[in-house]
């Protein structure tokens, strides 16, 4: 069984920060990849940035430059790292985990990030 618990979302003004982390536990040996998603009101749910176990890093165009993923010392925990924050960066943000094998990666039950203007 593996869970995992993501944390710091919450209100914030244009312009403003927050960090969002993300916690894996249960039968994990290995990891593949971590990321974060989001999902806006009447969108679909996208990729906002992934960390590789290598250190790789690939983030959504509309992300660059502003937020920064990146892994703990814990390799089963991962962070996003939001500033300049947009209104436009509303959403409910979910940590996803891929382990090996098929069928293989789960999700957390996301947090709320909402930026005013």
């Known amino acids: 069984q593996v869970q995992l618990v993501e944390s710091g979302g919450g209100l914030v003004q244009a312009g403003g920060s927050l960090r969002l982390s993300c916690a894996a536990s249960?039968?994990?040996?290995?990891?593949?990849?971590m990321g974060w998603y989001r999902q806006a009101p009447g969108k679909q749910r996208e990729l906002v940035a992934r960390?590789?176990?290598?250190?790789?890093?690939i983030y959504a165009d509309s992300v660059k430059g502003r937020f920064t993923i990146s892994r703990g010392n814990a390799k089963n925990t991962v962070y996003l790292q939001m500033n300049s924050l947009k209104p436009e960066d509303t959403a409910v943000y979910y940590c996803?985990?891929?382990?090996?094998?098929?069928?293989?990666?789960?999700w957390g039950q996301g947090t709320q990030v909402t930026v005013s203007s």
């Open positions: 960390i590789s176990g290598g250190g790789y890093t």
């Open positions: 249960g039968s994990i040996f290995s990891i593949n990849s």
């Open positions: 996803n985990v891929d382990l090996p094998g098929i069928r293989s990666d789960y």
